[in-house]
């Protein structure tokens, strides 16, 4: 029983530095190359739609 909790533990440990390693790799793909495909990650689409709900910047004069 041991042995076996061990094991998982290694492997979700080794998982979640995957996961780290790619997501920074990742990142910096998308800053590197505007056009390659990844550039497009969960930040960027955060961002734009940040840009949409954002209010315009040209306000009526008083």
């Known amino acids: ?3 076996k909790f061990k094991n998982l533990s290694v492997l979700v ?3 979640i530095f995957g ?5 920074t790799l990742q990142r ?4 590197n190359s505007k056009f390659h495909p990844s ?5 960027r689409i955060g961002e734009l739609q940040q840009v949409k709900q ?3 910047t040209i306000l009526p004069s008083r």
Do not use: D, F, Q
Not at 19 to 23: E, L, M, P, Q, S
Not at 39 to 43: D, G, H, L, R, V
């Open 19 to 23: 996961v780290t390693v790619w997501a």
């Open 54 to 56: 954002e209010p315009p």
């Open 28 to 31: 910096n793909w998308a800053k």
């Open 13 to 15: 440990i080794l998982l």
């Open 39 to 43: 550039s497009i990650t969960i930040e």
């Open 1 to 3: 029983m041991n042995r």
